[in-house]
């Protein structure tokens, strides 16, 4: 991630993490977390989280992650979540191509 991330070509915009694997995160994975964010967030890039477990989400409330990412960026599948990135992308497109009428 990142070797793509460091690629002054790439046009990557949103990270969404597939959690289904995750069963909870300690102290450390949040502070991990919390870094990956910030470094995302300077890049522009949002970072977003799918197949969450519920004891996961708690953990990630508590923690602080989901107050930075935003729990609008919590998804219940990977579907969903790169529906999400594509309807957000068409909506930007739209107001682009009006914005420039």
């Given amino acids: ?12 915009e949103w990270l969404l993490l597939d959690a289904e694997a995750i069963i909870d995160i300690d102290v450390s994975a949040a502070d991990v977390l919390r870094k990956l964010h910030a470094e ?3 890049r522009g890039i949002v970072l977003a989280i799918a197949r969450a477990s519920l004891p996961l989400q708690k953990s990630l409330r508590r923690s602080g992650i989901v107050g930075l990412i935003g729990e609008e960026h919590l998804y219940p599948s990977v579907r969903t979540g790169v529906q999400a990135y594509l309807d957000q992308k068409d909506h930007k497109e739209e107001f682009v191509t009006k914005t420039n009428e």
């Fill in 40 to 42: 995302l967030e300077r």
């Fill in 1 to 12: 991630m990142r070797g793509l991330l460091k690629d002054q070509d790439s046009h990557v």
